[in-house]
């Protein structure tokens, strides 16, 4: 079995690099970059392209594809992940083409949509037996399974500010999930994570710095509606520990994006318009290299996870 799990995890992780490969050439003549002039908080000085997110996706769709082949009782969950993870996908890749440029967003607007498609893609992930069970109500939990995508996607949205970061994390926490399935016993849980982390590791191949392509939002929505999935594995109806557990988990984007979110509204600002205010751009601005920047996340990153797996195994 551990065979196959490994298999699944290269398949997707060959998948996701020669995607890249071939991306970064489709993007030379679509022209599907960001482009850093005119935006205060490009730091970026060259146009890189944003269809990592893309190649993320591909490579794990067709994980998740093969991977039904073998394990047919998945094959409803498969594809409800599937629909709703394109629903999300497509949602950032939308804002990748049309709100990228910050003198572009509508907060408003783009608030509309996360709400009404998080919920839409809790839906779906219903209908394939996937929510976040803390409420033995149904409607109670695809409401509580929708908070959980709006707050991931923009979580892991808010870490994708500098080379690396946000595809780091997201690796370091799909580990911290490949862990707790091998203690709980959770066939599902073990190769789905083994083939997003696959995808994932293929992208920050290219994407350590300097990087040569972006997730984009496309890229850091699907990973946080991953882990959103993640985390339905492990709660349980009325479990505080199984919620907290996969929260600690997820770990740095979480707690990062609660304290950004509270400090623009203190400023009264947008909670959608970025700024250069993170944990991660106060370091780089004290003169820490990308690299010690990559190192204290991780690091930090790394003891959230474990802290997590333990909560959550406490609960198994």
Not at 105 to 116: A, G, Q, T, V, Y
Not at 246 to 264: A, C, D, L, Q, Y
Request: charged share 10%; with cysteine.
């Amino acid at each position: 079995m551990f065979g196959f799990i490994f298999l699944l995890f290269f398949i997707s992780f060959l998948i996701s690099l020669f995607l890249i490969i071939f991306l970064l050439k489709i993007s030379e003549k679509g022209k599907f970059f960001d482009i850093p002039w005119g935006d205060a908080l490009k730091i970026h000085k060259l146009p890189i392209s944003y269809l990592g997110g893309l190649a993320m996706i591909l490579s794990a769709i067709a994980g998740l594809v093969l991977a039904s082949f073998f394990y047919k009782n998945f094959y409803l969950q498969i594809v409800g992940i599937i629909l709703s993870a394109a629903v999300i996908f497509l949602l950032g890749f939308w804002d990748d083409l049309r709100w990228k440029h910050i003198s572009k967003i509508k907060p408003c607007r783009k608030f509309l949509f996360l709400i009404i498609l998080s919920l839409l893609a809790s839906i779906f992930l219903m209908f394939g037996g996937l929510r976040i069970s803390f409420f033995s109500n149904i409607y109670l939990g695809i409401f509580l399974t929708a908070g959980y995508i709006f707050i991931f996607i923009n979580a892991v949205n808010y870490q994708d500010g500098m080379d690396g970061l946000a595809a780091g994390l997201a690796a370091i926490s799909l580990v911290g999930f490949i862990a707790l399935s091998a203690i709980s016993g959770n066939i599902f849980s073990l190769f789905f994570s083994a083939v997003i982390l696959g995808a994932v590791l293929g992208f920050l191949a290219f994407n350590f710095p300097a990087a040569k392509i972006f997730m984009g939002d496309s890229g850091a929505y699907f990973i946080g509606f991953i882990l959103v999935v993640l985390a339905s594995f492990y709660s349980k109806h009325y479990n505080i520990l199984s919620l907290v557990g996969s929260i600690f988990i997820v770990g740095v984007p979480i707690f990062e994006g609660v304290f950004t979110n509270i400090r623009r509204i203190l400023r009264k600002k947008s909670i959608f318009l970025g700024d250069r205010s993170h944990f991660y751009d106060r370091l780089l601005q004290k003169g820490f290299s990308a690299q010690k920047t990559l190192f204290v996340f991780y690091s930090i990153q790394f003891l959230f996870v474990a802290a997590g797996v333990i909560i959550t195994a406490i609960t198994l």
